[in-house]
């Protein structure tokens, strides 16, 4: 319960950005194991890795049956494989003690497309893990309202989306504002967690990290669903870390008829 919160900079709309020692610990666990296991793979991660903090972690490769009955292994070269890890999404709620939108997430990007998505909530150790064209232990909901949807969107920055989208859908669309990437993707699927929220549509409007989001669109991508910058081109995990072009993501709906429902929200990306 000692967070040791501190301030690690500034977000472009000028938040501060929070580092504690449960993203310093996590991020440490997570990267020395992926490393351990696949040395010449590439892994990018939100915090810096200190390499005079280095922590043995060692994986058996034995994978739990009930994972291993579900998947379709393939092999892919090393070199067209990109790891992207967030060790504690959602860590501004996770100072505010609000736990239930605090996610880790593990995504494995091939050729710059995302391929595998893990999201776990640690304190409920509910995960969510899918692999594209190769099994999942998720599914998506058995329907959506695509006339006023229910639009999650992140905390800071509700009040944008709701004035756009009720413009186009009606005073009856639902607003639902929310910490954390991978809670919010989360929302969009049948999840067995009773701390999660329901919603149709998920949208951000500002730059955000690939981390944040590559698991999740990984997930979506399994599932059939969709997961595109607000003018509806597919986001690359290779290169930069960060997406300038916001995210709008559903699942079974019509991703491209949201998109031209919304063509003002790509204007307010950029403000």
Same mark, same amino acid.
């Given at each position: 319960?000692?967070?040791?919160?501190?301030?690690?900079?500034?977000?472009?709309?000028?938040?501060?950005?929070?580092?504690?020692?449960?993203?310093?610990?996590?991020?440490?666990?997570?990267?020395?194991?992926?490393?351990?296991?696949?040395?010449?793979?590439? /892994?990018?991660?939100?915090?810096?890795?200190?390499?005079?903090?280095?922590?043995?972690? $060692?994986?058996?490769?034995?994978?739990?049956?009930?994972?291993?009955?579900?998947?379709?292994?393939?092999?892919?070269?090393? *070199?067209?494989?990109?790891?992207?890890?967030?060790?504690?999404?959602?860590?501004?709620?996770?100072?505010?003690?609000?736990?239930?939108?605090?996610?880790?997430?593990?995504?494995?990007?091939?050729?710059?497309?995302?391929?595998?998505?893990?999201?776990?909530?640690?304190?409920?150790?509910?995960?969510?893990?899918?692999?594209?064209?190769?099994?999942?232990?998720?599914?998506?909901?058995?329907?959506?309202?695509?006339?006023?949807?229910?639009?999650?969107?992140?905390?800071?920055?509700?009040?944008?989306?709701?004035?756009?989208?009720?413009?186009?859908?009606?005073?009856?669309?639902?607003?639902?504002?929310?910490?954390?990437?991978?809670?919010?993707?989360?929302?969009?699927?049948?999840?067995?967690?009773?701390?999660? *929220? *329901?919603?149709?549509?998920?949208?951000?409007?500002?730059?955000?990290?690939?981390?944040?989001?590559?698991?999740? @669109?990984?997930?979506?991508?399994?599932?059939?669903?969709?997961?595109?910058?607000?003018?509806?081109?597919? /986001?690359?995990?290779?290169? $930069?870390?960060? @997406?300038?072009?916001?995210?709008?993501? $559903?699942?079974?709906?019509?991703?491209?008829?949201?998109?031209?429902?919304?063509?003002?929200?790509?204007?307010?990306?950029?403000?």
């Amino acid at each position: 319960n000692v967070l040791n919160a501190k301030a690690k900079g500034k977000t472009r709309e000028g938040a501060e950005e929070q580092l504690t020692s449960g993203d310093l610990l996590s991020n440490r666990r997570m990267f020395y194991l992926l490393k351990g296991a696949f040395p010449a793979v590439q /892994i990018n991660s939100e915090e810096r890795v200190d390499t005079a903090d280095q922590e043995t972690v $060692s994986w058996d490769r034995s994978i739990p049956e009930d994972i291993k009955q579900k998947i379709q292994p393939k092999e892919v070269p090393a *070199e067209s494989v990109t790891v992207w890890i967030d060790p504690l999404d959602a860590t501004q709620e996770y100072t505010e003690d609000l736990r239930q939108y605090v996610t880790t997430m593990v995504c494995v990007a091939v050729n710059g497309k995302p391929v595998i998505g893990v999201i776990h909530k640690p304190f409920s150790a509910y995960t969510a893990w899918a692999m594209v064209d190769g099994g999942s232990n998720v599914k998506a909901r058995s329907s959506y309202n695509e006339k006023t949807p229910r639009i999650i969107v992140s905390r800071s920055h509700a009040g944008k989306v709701e004035q756009v989208a009720r413009q186009t859908f009606g005073n009856k669309t639902v607003i639902i504002p929310a910490g954390g990437a991978g809670y919010k993707v989360l929302a969009l699927l049948d999840v067995a967690e009773k701390n999660q *929220e *329901e919603a149709d549509v998920y949208i951000h409007v500002t730059y955000i990290k690939k981390w944040d989001i590559c698991a999740g @669109n990984a997930v979506l991508r399994a599932l059939g669903g969709h997961m595109t910058t607000l003018t509806g081109e597919e /986001i690359s995990y290779t290169g $930069s870390d960060g @997406n300038e072009g916001g995210l709008i993501a $559903s699942i079974n709906m019509n991703h491209k008829a949201l998109i031209e429902k919304l063509p003002d929200l790509e204007k307010t990306s950029h403000k």
